[in-house]
């Protein structure tokens, strides 16, 4: 970083930890890394290994070809699911077409989907409490039969949701925003005050953690920048979670060279997060911007320290 001038403008830099990588998007680059040194160009990854275009266009570079769906994967390839777990019917396709196919879904995901079955097969109807169209949803949901999960997307759904007569349990999104779904919980349990619900949070480790870190910078910060892809669920909750927790602002930023300066107009105070599939390099070419133009100081507010790491799946580990 350069050295502090005269002539630059002074700006307090509060530096959100822990950000970036999680355990779980680190095991899903590490599975794409692996599998290209074992068995060689290409290996295909069905959808993105995880919501960030930098991770994405690194592994391309390395050999990964991105596909939508299975049928663009010819026979005799090697296909790695996403991060975001995919519906049963995925690796049943892959099996039928004798496809080699090496599963990175998270583990905390992975988590989730066992909850489904175990209340499926205690004749329980599951409300899905996440949002609509994301892949770990559509993953989720279907790990059951069509009609045995319903979803719940907000309070308002919560208080509406009309589930078939019968026993009734609940699972959740892993990147919602920790405040959000406690009142959608909340809402579900005084409607239902039998329903069953995970007996660990779903909301996952560091999804709380990183908007635990988000709301120890915001309050004194006059804006926020979020280093996340806009189809990332977890980086789109830091955004929401620093907008309501103080700060004057808060944006959602991409990638470093797409900051659009005129918003630091007016910017005494500047806090920094990254979304759990946005990588550190991000957050330190931003902090190399940001001090060609600014005299910083840089203050890292810890709120706790992460040491989780997944294995990588039988295939590879």
Same mark, same amino acid.
């Given at each position: 970083?350069?050295?502090?001038?005269?002539?630059?403008?002074?700006?307090?830099?509060?530096?959100?930890?822990?950000?970036?990588?999680?355990?779980?998007?680190?095991?899903?680059?590490?599975?794409?890394?692996?599998?290209?040194?074992?068995?060689?160009?290409?290996?295909?990854?069905?959808?993105?290994?995880?919501?960030?275009?930098?991770?994405?266009?690194?592994?391309?570079?390395?050999?990964?070809?991105?596909?939508?769906?299975?049928?663009?994967?010819?026979?005799?390839?090697?296909?790695?699911?996403?991060?975001?777990?995919?519906?049963?019917?995925?690796?049943?396709?892959?099996?039928?077409?004798?496809?080699?196919? %090496?599963?990175?879904?998270?583990?905390?995901? =992975?988590?989730?989907? !066992? /909850?489904?079955?175990?209340?499926?097969? @205690? $004749? &329980?109807?599951?409300?899905?409490?996440?949002?609509?169209?994301?892949?770990?949803?559509?993953?989720?949901?279907?790990?059951?039969?069509?009609?045995?999960?319903?979803?719940?997307?907000?309070?308002?759904?919560?208080?509406?949701?009309?589930?078939?007569?019968?026993?009734?349990?609940?699972?959740?999104?892993?990147?919602?925003?920790?405040?959000?779904?406690?009142?959608?919980?909340?809402?579900?349990?005084?409607?239902?005050?039998?329903?069953?619900?995970?007996?660990?949070?779903?909301?996952?480790?560091?999804?709380?953690?990183?908007?635990?870190?988000?709301?120890?910078?915001?309050?004194?910060?006059?804006?926020?920048?979020? %280093?996340?892809?806009?189809?990332?669920?977890? =980086?789109?909750?830091? !955004? /929401?979670?620093?907008?309501?927790?103080? @700060? $004057? &602002?808060?944006?959602?930023?991409?990638?470093?060279?797409?900051?659009?300066?005129?918003?630091?107009?007016?910017?005494?105070?500047?806090?920094?997060?990254?979304?759990?599939?946005?990588?550190?390099?991000?957050?330190?070419?931003?902090?190399?911007?940001?001090?060609?133009?600014?005299?910083?100081?840089?203050?890292?507010?810890?709120?706790?320290?992460?040491?989780?790491?997944?294995?990588?799946?039988?295939?590879?580990?």
């Amino acid at each position: 970083m350069p050295a502090a001038s005269a002539e630059k403008p002074p700006l307090r830099i509060l530096l959100a930890a822990p950000r970036g990588f999680c355990a779980g998007v680190d095991r899903a680059i590490r599975v794409v890394e692996e599998a290209l040194r074992r068995y060689g160009r290409p290996v295909y990854v069905r959808h993105e290994i995880v919501h960030n275009r930098t991770v994405v266009e690194q592994l391309e570079a390395q050999g990964a070809v991105f596909v939508d769906e299975l049928a663009a994967v010819p026979d005799g390839g090697h296909v790695v699911f996403s991060a975001h777990g995919v519906p049963k019917s995925v690796p049943e396709e892959a099996r039928r077409r004798s496809l080699a196919s %090496i599963d990175a879904t998270c583990p905390l995901v =992975s988590k989730v989907h !066992r /909850e489904a079955e175990r209340h499926f097969l @205690a $004749g &329980r109807h599951v409300l899905m409490i996440g949002h609509a169209g994301h892949p770990e949803v559509e993953g989720t949901m279907g790990q059951l039969p069509p009609g045995a999960m319903t979803l719940v997307q907000d309070a308002e759904e919560a208080s509406a949701v009309r589930p078939p007569p019968g026993e009734l349990a609940f699972i959740t999104q892993t990147t919602l925003s920790v405040d959000d779904t406690a009142e959608i919980v909340a809402l579900l349990r005084a409607r239902f005050p039998a329903i069953s619900g995970p007996k660990h949070e779903d909301i996952c480790y560091a999804t709380t953690n990183r908007q635990t870190a988000v709301k120890a910078i915001a309050v004194g910060a006059d804006l926020v920048l979020v %280093i996340g892809s806009p189809n990332s669920s977890n =980086s789109q909750r830091l !955004r /929401e979670v620093a907008e309501r927790s103080g @700060a $004057g &602002r808060a944006l959602l930023l991409p990638r470093p060279e797409l900051l659009d300066w005129s918003a630091l107009d007016g910017v005494g105070v500047l806090g920094i997060s990254a979304g759990a599939s946005a990588p550190e390099e991000l957050v330190v070419e931003l902090l190399r911007l940001l001090g060609d133009r600014y005299a910083l100081a840089v203050e890292e507010r810890r709120v706790v320290h992460e040491d989780v790491v997944f294995r990588l799946p039988v295939p590879l580990g």
